[in-house]
């Protein structure tokens, strides 16, 4: 047997052996995990009462590791204490930047007329349409100022 054919051979094998364990881990469909967030830091834990309508901004900044895709948005979504949505915010992220790891930031306003336990959820979603995982925070509205 000649050389070249067993050279050949053996590319063919490493080739197809390749293609079948998903090009040595890369993965074509960029099915899978999205990314994933932590260390949610936010501001106010509470915030005065007001009758008269107002709102306050609810801002913060959480942590970030992409895997294949870049960030095309930041969700937040605020609940009362009945479970109920009464505020969101989506920022779309036009410049995502292509680093794995990063520190990104969120706001939405919230009203202040009633007072209570709120709750509130930060996700994004990446390019491809998959959401990370939520990252929950609390805060009050109170008239104890």
Same mark, same amino acid.
């Given at each position: 047997?000649?050389?070249?054919?067993?050279?050949?051979?053996?590319?063919?094998?490493?080739?197809?052996?390749?293609?079948?364990? $998903?090009?040595?881990?890369?993965?074509?469909?960029?099915?899978?995990? $999205?990314?994933?967030?932590?260390?949610?830091?936010?501001?106010?834990? %509470?915030?005065?009462?007001?009758?008269?309508?107002?709102?306050?901004?609810?801002?913060?900044?959480?942590?970030?590791? @992409?895997?294949?895709?870049?960030?095309?948005?930041? @969700?937040?979504?605020?609940?009362?204490? %009945?479970?109920?949505?009464?505020?969101?915010?989506?920022?779309?992220?036009?410049?995502?930047?292509? @680093?794995?790891?990063?520190?990104?930031?969120?706001?939405?306003?919230?009203?202040?007329?009633?007072? $209570?336990?709120?709750?509130? %959820?930060?996700?994004?979603?990446?390019?491809?349409?998959?959401?990370?995982?939520?990252?929950?925070?609390?805060?009050?509205?109170?008239?104890?100022?």
């Amino acid at each position: 047997m000649k050389i070249s054919t067993i050279i050949g051979a053996m590319a063919w094998l490493f080739l197809g052996t390749l293609f079948a364990t $998903g090009l040595g881990g890369c993965s074509l469909d960029n099915k899978g995990k $999205g990314p994933e967030i932590a260390n949610l830091v936010y501001i106010p834990q %509470q915030a005065p009462v007001d009758d008269e309508g107002k709102t306050t901004a609810l801002n913060g900044t959480f942590d970030i590791v @992409r895997k294949n895709a870049e960030t095309a948005s930041v @969700r937040t979504i605020v609940y009362d204490a %009945q479970g109920k949505e009464v505020s969101s915010e989506t920022i779309p992220l036009s410049d995502a930047a292509l @680093r794995t790891a990063d520190t990104l930031a969120f706001g939405v306003d919230v009203s202040t007329s009633k007072k $209570g336990d709120y709750t509130f %959820q930060v996700a994004v979603t990446d390019s491809t349409g998959r959401e990370s995982n939520k990252l929950d925070g609390t805060f009050a509205v109170t008239d104890l100022f």
